[in-house]
């Protein structure tokens, strides 16, 4: 019997969600291309982050900062020096493991039954991605691609405090491509080594009063806005960092995990990093980067309440959590914000000139709406099933009846019912279901 994580894996692959990294040349191990319905899906995530965080609220701004930094950003972040994990190799065959990975480990060591497995003594290795910028050969600069999305909204504090009217407490959101050099990516999408991050840097008074409202806030904001999602409650959890595994930059950090089919995983982190980013930035730069009260005139440098999601991890999450199958039926039971598609508009037959051209009028009706599918091969029945495999809500069909009395069927993804619309008034019956 396949299990959930292969069925999972090869739904995306045959519905267009997520394919290999340059496949055609036999892959780019950790990396991993986003086809038709994939694209789709990550934009309407990350749109949805954008409108409930920067949208919706009055209190966070967003950037959109360069990949590639001045090196001595990434050494001011401590990343040249910390962003490290302890790497160990098989002596048997050379493999390269993380040392605090027990169940990788374990797994390997069963590969060579039988035999005594010896591993080197852990290493410190540097996760960054090394790249060489300049047009003479030789004589080209080092730099890095960024680790974490932070460091861009980190060094742009004062830009963003001079250019706008923010005041403490305030947020600055990003959404951007990071580059880790993973010891050993896997698990599908779920660490790779370019993956892309959605971040808040939220800015608070440096106390420890504050510190802690928005540490808890930001935690149960977070959590709720997944569960919104029409993520299964069940399958997150919030999980607090030990002392001797939080970050270089943390005072505190709490994981969401979710409840994968191969155990409770990172989803995504609440980090504490105090004055920690602005502090060594300021230091580095020799930038006077505090902020000033404007009532009080006070200057200090505030403390940092960070929440870091992955895109890709959510998309896989959301994916493995949206997956169904009911009798014969696979059914993504995406929320109608992130469905690829909203709508799908189907010809009863596709050799009906009267039939193609109705359908065609509402298919380019609700077109400048929302993202909506056309589909006018094999039977409805299969069309049906194509659509749920991909997750779209709602499935409209143009059939005989429809050229003389006007009406439409439409069918409900979950429910499966079907009922007749009038055309005129499918607009707003679709509008309203899908409150978009
Ligand atoms: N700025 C803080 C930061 O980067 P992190 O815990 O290292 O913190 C935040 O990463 C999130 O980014 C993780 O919870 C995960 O969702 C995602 N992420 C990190 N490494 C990843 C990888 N190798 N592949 C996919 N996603 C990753």
């Known amino acids: 019997m ?15 969600f997520i ?96 035999k005594t497995v010896d591993w080197t003594e852990p290493r410190q290795f540097n996760l960054l991605v090394r790249a060489y910028l300049g047009v003479v050969e030789g004589a080209q600069s080092e730099i890095f691609l960024r680790g974490e999305i932070t460091n861009g909204a980190q060094v742009n504090f004062k830009n963003v405090l001079d250019s706008t009217r923010v005041k403490i407490p305030f947020g600055v959101a990003q959404i951007g491509k990071a580059f880790r050099n993973e010891i050993t990516p896997g698990n599908f999408t779920f ?56 970050a270089h930059y943390a005072r505190a950090a709490t994981d969401i995990e979710y409840k994968t089919p191969w155990g409770w995983q990172e989803f995504m982190g609440i980090h504490h990093r105090g004055d920690y980013d602005l502090a060594r930035h300021q230091q580095y730069s020799k930038v006077d980067l505090r902020y000033r009260d404007p009532y009080t005139g006070e200057a200090y440098l505030p403390w940092d309440i960070e929440t870091s999601a992955g895109v890709d991890r959510s998309i896989l999450f959301l994916l493995i959590d949206a997956y169904h199958e009911e009798g014969e039926r696979v059914v993504l039971k995406l929320h109608r914000t992130l469905a690829p598609y909203k709508v799908a508009v189907f010809p009863l037959l596709a050799n009906k000139p009267q039939l193609v051209e109705k359908a065609r009028e509402i298919y380019d009706t609700l077109k400048p709406h929302y993202m909506v599918a056309w589909d006018e091969r094999g039977n409805i029945g299969k069309r049906y099933f194509a659509q749920d495999e991909i997750g779209t809500p709602y499935c409209v069909t143009v059939d005989f009846e429809s050229v003389e009395d006007k009406k439409v069927t439409v069918r409900d993804r979950d429910t499966m019912r079907q009922e007749r619309f009038d055309i005129n008034e499918l607009i707003d019956y679709l509008q309203q279901k899908l409150r978009l």
């Open 2 to 16: 396949e299990n959930l994580m292969d069925k999972v894996v090869s739904l995306a692959k045959r519905r267009g």
């Open 19 to 114: 394919f290999p990294g340059s496949e055609i040349y036999g892959g780019l191990g950790g990396t991993w291309d986003y086809g038709p319905a994939g694209a789709l899906l990550k934009k309407n995530l990350k749109d949805s982050w954008w409108k409930d965080l920067v949208q919706l609220r009055g209190d966070i701004v967003g950037v959109d900062a360069a990949i590639m930094m001045n090196p001595k950003a990434w050494e001011a972040s401590g990343h040249t020096q910390a962003f490290v994990d302890p790497l160990v190799e098989c002596k048997l065959c050379h493999e390269r493991y993380r040392a605090d990975h027990a169940d990788e480990i374990a797994l390997h060591e069963k590969k060579h039954k039988g």
């Open 191 to 246: 660490r790779s080594r370019e993956f892309e991050q959605m971040e808040v840097q939220f800015y608070i008074k440096p106390e420890e009063k504050e510190g802690k409202k928005w540490f808890d806030y930001w935690k149960k904001n977070r959590m709720a806005w997944y569960v919104g999602l029409g993520m299964s409650k069940k399958n997150l959890r919030f999980r607090d960092h030990a002392d001797d595994e939080r």
